[in-house]
């Protein structure tokens, strides 16, 4: 049975070596997060996620989740560990401190919920979305609505949970049916019923506050015609006591591939009462400020779950003994030798580690960049911090999931069949991580947001904050011998990525077709740029600390950036001349032939 | 009534120790550290005697480098309301304290708090020799009680009633207080610190007191006297794979011929 530990060590290296996290601490709201403070938090998170999640990860999955009765039963174990969790203190973690929050920066909440997402994803969903709903009501409620509902939200006596998904609106958003009818003391009623949605019922709080997406009768067709509400499960009686049933109920939950613990349900809105969350037919800007962060948090999950697989398949490498090494038995006096010895699992490991590392530290560059631009003191900073951020979201999302899928389907494959078989836990990080590809927008739907909406945007003022430090940092290093090795693959595939922009900005234009069918191998383009550019930076830092460490963490540094650079990052070439292959071959293709 | 802790900061309990170039020390540039688990135990169980009313105040203190105010910290967070770093820096420059000047050093802070129980985990993970407590409650000539697995104050606060692990089993002894109990791991599991927690810790008083200004050492002839030497490490010898024989008569030859029995 795989038993993950916090890799705290290379968290501690994105945090404050790689990218500077010290800063953070001198930005106004941000006084608390010193060195000392970051280490003790992660320590017991970590100790959290090892001792009070990850026991009932397995278990998790095999019990999954019941229907009984209209409601949802989590499995056995899940509510002392979410009631240990939430008395912990740790669902408020970057809560806004007038609420109970503790203000804490992002850049240490990846961190805490890469851990936790690592040790037991289905557990893990349940507090985070309740966080999601905090997100989207400190954005966008009213005073009252965060008066009313963001202190128990916080502390995690309620959940939270997004209502989005109707069975015939997915991706697309317009379709959506569900009805709010206002009422004369300016609270709406809910009709309608959703699908697919998390969290959407269980037996780990007592209230759960759904933010549902619905239609005005008066509202404007398709997408520009939706509006957000909050509508709890109880209601809320004005002197704080659990209120009566509020007309949402349960119809049923899904059976799924993976991610078992987690409930994802049908939801029944009848004459439910609900409160509007910000703007009338505004709907979907709210729920956009909200996804960012939802769907930076859906790029760690590939991450967390890589990582774990990662941990399992190596102590697997090191114990299996079958052949011998190619080039002379290296344990004679054993039947055989760890398959460790043998290229093609060690490929395999590194494979992970290359992009599990190099995912964290790009998921770090993008929450401290998304502090920034929340508390940094110059307008212009914070502004091209937001740029960065928002480039940078669907390429975390997309990239990090796909290959969180790549790595974890990797980590199997080391153990043979018994990562196929269910004992050790392998074949469930397969099945858990597949679901992140899909929810919160599906990848394809990421590598459109970033090819027709983030690069576009305000004539490609977002790509200039990814393209100037890296085109700073090639030539700052131009001449930089260390660094050969790393400088001169980046250099080529981010010309790759430059050619690539400008080939889709001008035929895109002509035909919308060309972006669209350019999208995915684009955003993977990006992704391969983006860690390459991490896996540089990662390297000279280590390269310079690598002499006298005897724990060795800077040379393995080293070692699998340029496993990086030389064996995954030539990947952007065939992304480039598919890409680069054009539409045609796809859109020409008779669709009665298909 | 005063509780007094005292905490260790040991590698963490998953460290893969390594014996540094120079045969005398160990590696501890890249390791975690953590409050040695026996300690933590120590400050769970003076957290519930406060809960339960029966203390006022628990004070957690540790005799260490500048580095070990990471681990009071930790006791702090999980809620002890004070701490005492003795910084023992100048002196570790020159050589590690022995047993006898921690246990001298603790005395001597232990007078000047005068707390009405010492409550110690029973041992270090790091170097295991069980031997500061008793020191420490002989010097102090106070009651003590080592290996506690149940802790019970009397209601009038003046004796405690102690359950400790012995080989034969159980045994239960009453101390007059101000005395000195151990703990062992059966007698709670120690709490996780919340959030909040940690975020308060830093805020709570933690006065630094200088290993040479305590006088706790003077007896001994200051620090320059230690007692013991480290004189080399050596890294265990690989385990060897084990064998299987399938009889006793096997099973005794196969001892005899390693020469065991
Ligand atoms: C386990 C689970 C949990 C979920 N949790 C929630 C939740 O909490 N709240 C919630 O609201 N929803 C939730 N969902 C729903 C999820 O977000 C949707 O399934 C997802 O957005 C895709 O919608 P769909 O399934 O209807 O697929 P469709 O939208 O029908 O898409 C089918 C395929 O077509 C592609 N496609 C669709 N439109 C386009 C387009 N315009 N251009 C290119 N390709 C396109 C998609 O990429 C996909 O490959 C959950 C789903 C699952 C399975």
Known sequence: MASYKAPRRDMRFVYYELHDGERLAQLPGYEEATPDMIEAILEEAAKIAENVLQPLNR???????????GTVRTPAGFKEAYTTFAQGGWTSLGGDPQYGGQGLPSALSVLVSEMLLSANLSLAMYPGLGEGACHALEAHGSDELKQMFLPKLMDGTWGGTMCLTEAQCGTDLGLIRSKAEPREDGTYLINGTKTFISAGDHDLTENIIHLVLARLPDAPRGIKGISMFLVPKFTIPADGTLGSNNGVSCGGIEHKMGIRGSSTC??????AVGYLVGVPNKGMRAMFTMMNSARLGVGVQGLALAEASYQGAVEYARERLQGRALNGAQLPNKPADPILVHPDVRRMLLTIRAYTEGARALTMWVAQEIDLAHKHPDPRRRRDADDLASLLTPVVKAFQTDTGFECTNLGLQVFGGHGYIREHGMEQYVRDSRIAMIYEGTNGIQALDLVGRKLAAHTGRYLRQFFHPVQEFLVAHAEDSALEDFIQPLAKAFGRLQRATGHIAQQGLKNPNEAGAAATDYLRLFGLVALAYQWTRMAGISLEKMEGDTSGFYAA??????????RILPQSGAAFATLMAGAKTIMEFPDEAF | MKILVTIKRTPHRDARMRVAADGKSLETGDIAFE???????????????KEAGKAQEVVAVTVGLEVAREQLLAALAMGADRGILVNSGGAAEKQELDSLQIAKTLSAVIQSEQPGLVIMGKLATDDENWQIAPMVAELLGWPQATFASKLELSEDGKTAQVTREVDAGLE??????????????????????SLPGIMKAKRKPLDVIEIEDLGGLADLGGIGQSCVRTVSYRALPAKEKGILVDSAAALAAALKERKLV
Do not use: Q, S, W
């Open chain 1, 59 to 69: 278990t998790g999955d095999e019990e999954g989740c019941a229907f009984e009765n």
């Open chain 1, 266 to 271: 049908v939801l029944n809105f009848d004459d």
């Open chain 1, 557 to 566: 540094k080293v070692a699998t950036g340029r496993f990086y650079m030389e």
């Open chain 2, 35 to 49: 409050i040695n688990p026996f300690d933590e135990i120590a400050v769970e169980e003076a957290l519930r005697i």
């Open chain 2, 172 to 193: 239960e002894v009453e101390l007059t207080l101000p005395a000195l109990v151990t703990v062992d791991l059966r007698i709670n599991e120690p709490r996780y610190a």
